[in-house]
């Protein structure tokens, strides 16, 4: 079956460090890919997402480019600030189906 | 972009009562809803899918009996939590889909259950 492996957290730097957290996926086909984030307290929001193979997606500095050869997603950020602080889960969705499948979220904690 | 709301964000009851959640889909109709459940070491754990005018999908190991999941309207979910232990205490959160095709779900703010 379907499944997001993502780095453990948390993930802790300081303001304007660069950030990378892994995901790997394994799927059957090829998958729609995201990137979701959760504020303390609140619900889930999309981060930014792509749908084929070597597409970029891209929001508020962040960064993910879908890579078929090595199964993997991985989210980028050039310089974190304090308010980036939120887990951030990948997660994938096979074509076909409408159950997306998440990662156990990384917790990123930033610190002034 | 989609909005989906729910409510109550906060709710404290007693062991034994019963407790509703709502999710509302503010601009689109969602023919389908998902409902989750997650710990506090942050991994979410789908607990069912729930589809209008049809009975809710459990995911394994997740009592039907326990966890009612209605589907009444294209814009409105309901999860009602029976009986409710301290057990139960927990953030469950909904989210929405349009369609198969766009991929993307739209979640509500959660909600924080806690059972004394």
């Known amino acids: 079956g379907d499944s997001v492996t993502q780095m453990e957290g948390p993930v802790t730097l300081s303001e304007e460090a660069f950030l990378t957290i892994n995901c790997t996926y394994t799927?059957?086909?090829?998958?729609?890919l995201f990137w979701y984030v959760q504020y303390p307290g609140e619900g889930l929001q999309l981060l930014l997402k792509?749908?084929?193979?070597?597409d970029k997606g891209s929001n508020k500095g962040f960064e993910a480019t879908y890579r078929k050869e090595t199964t993997s997603f991985h989210l980028e950020k050039g310089s974190v600030q304090v308010s980036d602080s939120a887990v951030y889960f990948c997660?994938?969705?096979?074509?076909?189906?409408?159950?997306?499948?998440f990662g156990r979220g990384t917790s990123l904690i930033v610190h002034p | 972009g989609a909005v989906v709301s729910q409510h109550p964000s906060w709710v404290i009851c007693k062991s034994g009562t019963s407790v509703k959640i709502e999710c509302r889909s503010l601009d689109f109709q969602a023919t389908t809803m998902f409902w989750y459940r997650q710990f506090p070491k942050q991994s979410l754990m789908l607990m069912a899918t729930s589809n209008e005018g049809s009975k809710a999908t459990y995911e394994q190991g997740v009592e039907k009996d326990k966890f009612l999941i209605n589907h009444a309207s294209l814009t409105l979910s309901t999860l009602t939590v029976t009986s409710a232990h301290p057990e139960d205490s927990s953030f469950y959160i909904c989210?929405?889909?349009?369609?198969?095709?766009?991929?993307?779900?739209?979640f509500g703010e959660g909600s924080r259950l806690t059972v004394l």
């Open positions: 799927a059957t086909g090829y998958p729609s």
């Open positions: 989210s929405a889909s349009q369609g198969r095709n766009t991929g993307e779900l739209f």
């Open positions: 792509a749908t084929k193979a070597d």
């Open positions: 997660a994938l969705l096979s074509g076909g189906s409408y159950i997306p499948t």
